[in-house]
């Protein structure tokens, strides 16, 4: 997979910011990741905002409604407009959540988790290869939060992800904030598990913030990114040895964008002293 021109500390793009990051050029922002259910068939002043944008900027695409570990049969049209969008947005790749989102035709809304058995390996891995054949760029998956496991698990969190990863021959999108939440949630080292992880597979990382609810810590994407999380990043960057994009995500609470500008400063400055500890350098 080549990253080219996608390094560095990008933001999600966000409703409120559309007309202001429209008529902006020198924003600062390496670039933008948006949900492709977010503009694919719609209409009106936002959509047209948001594709000025995405036809200007540099853009990752990071799906939210495919249910990848799910059984519903693939939507056939919206795999033919998300191709369509993909190559227009000239993504290098494009990511999904490892778990399941629907039953029976029905939105979750929720990412839920995939029980860790053999057989979820297996029907996963063969899910994640269908899908990957419908795509014209590469497919990511991604780590997601959970609070629960599913029935009695057969393996580990990191081997299971790692089964699947490597079974499906799929890049990793590595969630550092929700290695750290689960970390908190289940009681482990997140550098002891990202230790064990097949990590030549990243391509890009999400950091976010969280808030802890009572003995539960929840990933809200609502916060700030708090210190121990921005170290994660940096430890794992120097565990990559190699720059790879990061992207702020920010879905509730959303602050003005200037506010966000300064986190995304304050972070980029994390990432680029993690790569210059190991030899490179970020411009």
């Keep these: 997979m080549t990253q080219g021109r996608f390094t560095g500390v990008g933001l999600g793009l966000r409703r409120p910011h559309l007309e202001q990051v429209a008529g902006m050029e020198a924003h600062g922002v390496p670039f933008w990741e ?151 949630n289940f009681g482990f080292d997140p550098k002891e598990w990202l230790a064990r992880m097949p990590l030549d597979r990243v391509a890009q990382l999400h950091i976010a913030g969280h808030k802890k609810f009572g003995e539960l810590t929840v990933d809200t994407h609502g916060t700030d990114v708090i210190d121990p999380v921005i170290e994660l990043m940096q430890w794992t960057l120097r565990r990559l040895g190699r720059p790879v994009p990061v992207l702020l995500e920010r879905d509730n609470h959303i602050p003005d964008f200037e506010a966000l500008l300064a986190e995304r400063v304050r972070i980029q400055q994390a990432y680029d002293a993690a790569l210059t500890l190991c030899g490179h350098r970020h411009d």
């Design 34 to 184: 948006t949900c492709p259910e977010n503009l694919i068939g719609d209409g009106g002043r936002n959509h047209r905002l948001a594709c000025a944008i995405l036809d200007r900027d540099p853009v990752l695409t990071h799906g939210l409604a495919i249910s990848v570990g799910g059984f519903d049969p693939w939507d056939d049209e919206y795999l033919r407009d998300l191709g369509d969008f993909l190559l227009r947005t000239e993504t290098p790749w494009h990511s999904e959540h490892l778990c399941f989102t629907s039953v029976d035709g029905s939105s979750l809304h929720e990412l839920m988790p995939l029980p860790f058995t053999r057989e979820a390996v297996r029907h996963t891995i063969a899910r994640a290869r269908s899908l990957q054949a419908r795509l014209p760029v590469p497919l990511l998956l991604e780590n997601i939060t959970y609070y629960a496991e599913l029935g009695a698990a057969e393996m580990d969190e990191a081997d299971f992800i790692t089964a699947v990863l490597e079974g499906a021959d799929a890049g990793w999108l590595l969630d550092v904030n929700n290695v750290y939440v689960n970390s908190l």
